[in-house]
């Protein structure tokens, strides 16, 4: 009677953990980006890995979207902003915004990614988007104290807290802080270990092919995320990516870019941009330099 008792309890636990996990994936799986709904129960019903076992999963990989969607990805904040400065209309360093909003002719209602967003407003690109053209967007930023003062913005964004992996499958990497807003992070063979997920995952994540606008500086390994995109499977309307300090210089970069089917726009103070010419308007201005 005892063992039957036991393995009664036994199977209690077993079918309650199945349900369990239904139910959490059910309510968790859904959330929407670029204003479509995102539902994948069946896919993700075994997907429920531990972090230690996301190294090495390739960029596609179901159960790593179903992770950054359960477990990353924020979504935008229902809450009013709460921003030093409200009355400034671009906050960029170098005039990005504005040569961005010209470059696209004033457009609404697009999708932008800010790739080391900091704490989201101070030298943000993208701020003034979502506050006068209702854009919508995604936010990555990848050290945790930074992170905890992003969240507090209450921008109208997904927010996710990782590193940009430099290889097109999950793992993890070693960040380096630098100290004070404004001041240049990077990777290194020291410091503290955070996750690294493909750009390509997380817009996975979100079901979003097209971005309008990428604002991509992570010190000096902008061409090494840029070699992890599928570029047959998401476009790039508009990108201004940090070159400052890219080891394989802006001559590679733009090689490269133009390989894929981008044209080179111009350089800037410390970005060079590059757009998809079939989705520019034609009157299309030149950086500043």
């Not at 750009?199 to 996975?204: D, G, T, W």
């Not at 981008?262 to 009157?283: I, T």
């Amino acid at each position: 009677m005892h063992i039957l008792g036991l393995r009664r309890n036994v199977i209690f636990l077993l079918v309650m953990s199945i349900l369990l996990n239904f139910y959490f994936v059910s309510k968790y799986a859904t959330i929407k980006a670029d204003g479509n709904s995102i539902k994948d129960t069946d896919t993700l019903r075994n997907c429920f890995i531990p972090e230690y076992h996301l190294e090495g999963a390739a960029q596609d990989d179901p159960r790593l979207i179903g992770y950054i969607r359960r477990e990353l990805l924020e979504p935008p904040s229902p809450h009013p902003y709460n921003i030093y400065h409200p009355e400034m209309v671009h906050y960029s360093q170098y005039n990005q915004s504005e040569f961005a909003n010209k470059t696209l002719n004033g457009m609404e209602d697009g999708f932008y990614i800010e790739a080391g967003a900091s704490e989201g407003e101070f030298l943000s690109n993208t701020l003034f988007f979502e506050r006068r053209l209702g854009w919508r967007g995604l936010l990555i930023e990848p050290l945790p104290e930074i992170y905890k003062l992003l969240q507090r913005k209450n921008r109208k964004a997904y927010i996710i807290n990782t590193a940009l992996s430099t290889t097109p499958h999950a793992s993890y990497v070693t960040f380096e802080p630098a100290v004070g807003l404004g001041t240049s992070s990077h990777l290194s063979d020291k410091g503290i270990i955070l996750k690294g997920i493909p750009l390509y995952s997380i817009l996975r994540a979100l079901n979003v092919e097209v971005v309008d606008f990428m604002s991509l500086d992570i010190e000096s390994f902008e061409v090494k995320i840029l070699k992890t995109i599928p570029w047959d499977k998401v476009t790039f309307r508009l990108m201004c990516i940090e070159v400052s300090h890219i080891p394989e210089g802006i001559d590679y970069l733009t090689e490269y870019l133009t390989d894929k089917g981008y044209k080179f726009l111009g350089l800037g103070s410390a970005d060079a941009w590059y757009g998809w010419p079939d989705l520019l308007p034609r009157n299309t201005f030149l950086a500043p330099t």
